[in-house]
């Protein structure tokens, strides 16, 4: 069974489209988490929610939008694509991870490819 | 900033050597975890280490913390060439992990 799982695992589009992410968590755990890896694997924090509610929302554009439909589900959409999107995003769980950073799990990753 | 800051940048050994790992950072912290990147895959967690701790093993991993010179190492024994992959540092100082650039390391056979 897999723990966190993502789709598309990739994901190839034009310049200007709109495209989706969406990841699931079936450890019963409470925070949930986007990454953006980019080409050099610097790993950086994009948003984080516990209990279906924002708790960290990193300066990323507002091109890019969560959406937590619940606590298992965590998705990620992103409106007009641009070039320096590209990157592997990885969505990742926790438990309680609201006061303090818990060990993480992690999705196999998505890799976005903006032509 | 907090990133944590890996040393070296990539690390080659022959199976059977250890490998150590280091890692720095700037701000306090509640504890420190290492990470493993295997190629095209999800990261993995291997170890925590709290602020008050100074020691931990885990299995052939030992990590060490020095919260005076705000550093961890990360120690691997007897390697094998399935520990050809990435690692990473992440420091957490609330409710957020900041990542290191990562040490590659390359396991030869």
């Known amino acids: 069974d897999t723990a966190v799982s993502q789709t598309p695992k990739y994901l190839v589009t034009q310049m200007g489209n709109d495209k989706s992410i969406k990841c699931e968590q079936n450890l019963g755990h409470d925070t949930m988490y986007w990454y953006k890896q980019d080409s050099k694997k610097f790993l950086k924090i994009m948003f984080s929610y516990n209990n279906k509610e924002l708790i960290i929302n990193e300066t990323v554009p507002n091109r890019f939008s969560p959406k937590s439909p619940d606590k298992a589900h965590l998705n990620l959409h992103i409106n007009s694509l641009e070039l320096g999107d590209s990157a592997v995003y990885f969505c990742?769980?926790?438990?309680?991870?609201?006061?303090?950073?818990?060990?993480?799990?992690f999705g196999p990753g998505t890799r976005l490819t903006v032509l | 900033s907090q990133q944590g800051e890996e040393d070296p940048q990539a690390l080659s050994i022959q199976e059977g050597e250890n490998a150590t790992m280091n890692c720095s950072y700037k701000t306090s912290i509640n504890n420190l975890q290492w990470y493993r990147q295997n190629s095209g895959r999800g990261l993995v967690h291997l170890i925590l280490?709290?602020?008050?701790?100074r020691e931990k093993h885990s299995g052939r991993l030992r990590v060490t913390l020095d919260t005076s010179k705000k550093s961890s190492s990360l120690l691997i024994t007897a390697s094998r060439a399935a520990d050809t992959a990435s690692y990473f540092c992440a420091t957490d100082n609330g409710n957020k992990l900041v990542f290191g650039a990562g040490t590659i390391l390359r396991v030869k056979s």
């Open positions: 280490i709290r602020s008050n701790e």
């Open positions: 990742a769980s926790s438990q309680d991870g609201a006061r303090v950073s818990n060990e993480q799990f």
